[in-house]
């Protein structure tokens, strides 16, 4: 017996496309050779590569595991941006420590395009008040992330614009992921009682974090300082008026030093998150229910909004 799929193999290709009225879907035109693109975080890295596959070649300007807030770039780094085709900045002041002429490499032929440029004004924070530097580390928000992802998609599709519906469609994905994200962190949060609604981190990275989740979020750090040798009264307070039992950290943080610190107030520094940065590729994290690729940036935004959510949860 001849299936239908084997029959229809078998006919002249004159016959079958006279059966059918649909066209046939126009073939991409990739790059022979891929787009060289250079994107200043690890996040907005990984988002391009995500959405730019096979027609970008994807390096982050900082190496893996470096925090931007105390990245001081070498001549090496700097060639990166200068052999890049397309450079993808993050904005909000994190690259004003560099010493690098963005608006020079424009010049000379690189595209230039910025991560956060969709995201409204309105929804940047000012952690010294209103007119101060903004705080850059919005890929902790799930709806901000989403945000870059779309500044991403339209950086590659103003450079190679016959691929515009294939970088959408990569893009649409991501999206509906981090939308999903913070859809079920939206819902957790909810079974939160009031009590359980302050966050601790070595870190202070996670204010867009604590704004999405409606949390109050407190800091050992700014988010490029070190570690205190002495913990502020002030802090010592307010972790013990609201009964703080974890700590969350950086790779960075030394969990020793901190556990020291902490050891009175019996706060454990036991979770690790990654808010500064992404490790190296293949490195994961698991949490009681799944394993996340927490060297991605989907899968580093999923693993903090489980992990601190249930850990706020349970402690």
């Known amino acids: 017996m001849i299936r239908r799929r084997h029959f229809l193999s078998l006919l002249p290709a004159g016959l079958l496309a006279g059966c059918s009225e649909e066209k046939p879907a126009p073939r991409l035109s990739f790059p022979k050779v891929p787009w060289r693109l250079t994107a200043t975080t690890a996040f907005a890295a990984d988002f391009a590569g995500i959405i730019g596959g096979r027609a970008v070649q994807v390096q982050n300007f900082l190496p893996a595991g470096v925090s931007p807030e105390t990245f001081v770039p070498s001549a090496p780094d700097i060639a990166k941006l200068r052999t890049s085709d397309i450079i993808i900045t993050h904005g909000l002041g994190l690259e004003r420590r560099w010493t690098v002429d963005f608006d020079e490499l424009a010049k000379f032929g690189a595209r230039v395009f910025t991560a956060t440029s969709k995201i409204p004004p309105e929804r940047i924070l000012h952690p010294s008040g209103p007119g101060g530097p903004p705080d850059a580390h919005v890929w902790t928000h799930p709806e901000l992330a989403a945000l870059m992802v779309d500044a991403v998609a339209d950086a590659l599709k103003d450079a190679m614009p016959k691929l515009s519906t294939y970088f959408a469609a990569r ?51 700014a988010a490029d300082g070190t ?8 802090l010592r307070e307010w972790i013990g008026q609201h009964r703080i039992k974890s700590l969350f950290r950086e790779p960075v943080a030394d969990a020793n030093v901190l556990r020291r610190m902490l050891y009175e107030l019996k706060v454990d520094p036991v979770h690790v998150i990654n808010t500064l940065t992404l490790p190296a590729a293949g490195t994961t994290a698991v949490t009681p229910y799944k394993t996340y690729d927490v060297a991605s940036a ?13 850990t706020l949860a349970t402690d």
Not at 200 to 205: A, F, G
Not at 227 to 234: A, G
Not at 298 to 310: N, T
């Open 171 to 221: 893009a649409y994905q991501l999206r509906v992921r981090l939308e999903e994200i913070m859809r079920t962190g939206s819902q957790r949060v909810k079974e939160l009682k009031p009590d359980d609604r302050f966050l601790l981190t070595s870190h202070d990275t996670m204010q867009y974090f604590a704004s999405a989740f409606s949390l109050e979020a407190r800091a050992l750090t």
């Open 227 to 234: 570690i205190p040798e002495k913990l502020p009264e002030s």
């Open 298 to 310: 989907p899968g580093s935004i999923q693993h903090l909004c489980e992990m601190v959510l249930s």
